[in-house]
């Protein structure tokens, strides 16, 4: 059967050239600093970045003038916006028209002013609540979605089929990527709205600081979950521009599962917390298991190169010298 898809529209190696002028939008996000920061480790040396004040994604005319004006070769989309389930339960309308306008103007006007390709990136929540697990590429549309990101989940669906769409009209090299749950510098460690991970090492920490004899973590810490550091992420993504070129979507994880209470003892020696761990078990645990299957990727020649560990550990210096420090 002949492939449409434009699949095989480059093999070989290296074609990111060093002095290419390459736009990462959302530069200033956990996932677009990080590979700013490995861009900028791998020599290349013509990077476009625009802060939202600078560059409004939403609107249609300012992305048209940017692209005509800078006409970067190659594009990564990371930038979203992002948030919660009290968010997207507040504001769907935000989620899903916001990031469909960025998605949009950037793609559209990514190919219309010549860029040779572009990464988008998404985000397991596009997957349906009850998808298989490990969850592989082909689970996508296979059933309904988990409600309370469902509006931000669309959105990221709709950025994929887009890709797809313009490489089967136009022959336009765009590809997808959908990280796993992320963690590490520039994380969000806002005590209202932050994620698991930077949630429990904000709350170590401030126990540690204040000599409490105890930390409550809600549930039964069964729950299976997996993580990735966003430098590792950030690889990925070099790694996808330069080698991949398939109409498929690719998913970015760890393949390392570890349950929310090994996290939990994980992430309380990485801080120095002496005091105990409680378990509130009247508290909900959610989904009791969610891992992506990143065997294509792996099969493709990238691997995560940080363990958890010495990620956390990395993540804490950082969260001292750039959350905590500033704070006092």
């Keep these: 059967m002949a492939d449409n898809t434009g699949s095989e529209m480059k093999s070989g190696s290296f074609m990111l050239e060093k002095s290419a002028k390459i736009f990462v939008a959302g530069h200033r996000g956990l996932v677009g600093s990080a590979i700013v920061r490995k861009l900028q480790d791998q020599g290349f040396t013509n990077l476009v970045l625009r802060t939202h004040s600078e560059l409004d994604l939403t609107s249609q005319s300012d992305v048209e003038s940017f692209f005509a004006t800078e006409k970067p070769v190659y594009v990564i989309l990371a930038a979203a916006k992002v948030g919660g389930i009290h968010a997207n339960n507040t504001y769907p309308a ?8 960025i998605q949009t103007n950037v793609i559209h006007s990514a190919y219309t002013h010549g860029v040779k390709k572009l990464l988008f990136l998404g985000s397991s929540c596009i997957y349906p609540k009850f998808a298989p697990q490990p969850i592989p590429e082909s689970a996508l549309l296979t059933g309904p ?7 931000y989940a669309i959105a990221k669906i709709a950025g994929i089929k887009m890709c797809q769409a313009y490489r089967l009209q136009h022959q336009w090299d765009a590809i997808s990527g959908m990280p796993t749950n992320l963690y590490g510098q520039n994380d969000n460690f806002h005590p209202e709205n932050s994620h698991v991970l930077p949630a429990l090492m904000r709350r170590f920490h401030e126990a540690k600081a204040n000599n409490a004899d105890e930390v409550v973590v809600w549930g039964s810490g069964s729950p299976l979950r997996e993580f990735l550091h966003v430098d590792d992420l950030a690889d990925a993504c070099v790694f996808l521009m330069d080698q991949y070129s398939g109409f498929e979507h690719v998913n970015v994880g760890s393949g390392v599962e570890v349950t929310i209470k090994e996290l939990a003892e ?3 020696e990485v801080v ?6 409680v378990w ?10 969610k891992l992506m299957d990143s065997s294509k990727l792996a099969s493709l020649g990238w691997t995560p190169k940080i363990s958890l560990k010495d990620g956390l550990s990395q993540t804490y210096e950082w ?6 420090q500033k704070k006092q």
């Design 145 to 151: 979605l988990e409600p309370t990101n469902e509006w």
């Design 319 to 324: 969260y001292l010298e750039n959350v905590v």
């Design 280 to 289: 509130d078990t009247t508290k909900p645990d959610g989904t009791p298991r």
């Design 94 to 101: 935000d989620f899903i028209g916001v990031n469909l306008q």
């Design 272 to 277: 120095g917390f002496k005091g105990k761990l």
């Design 266 to 268: 994980l992430v309380k």
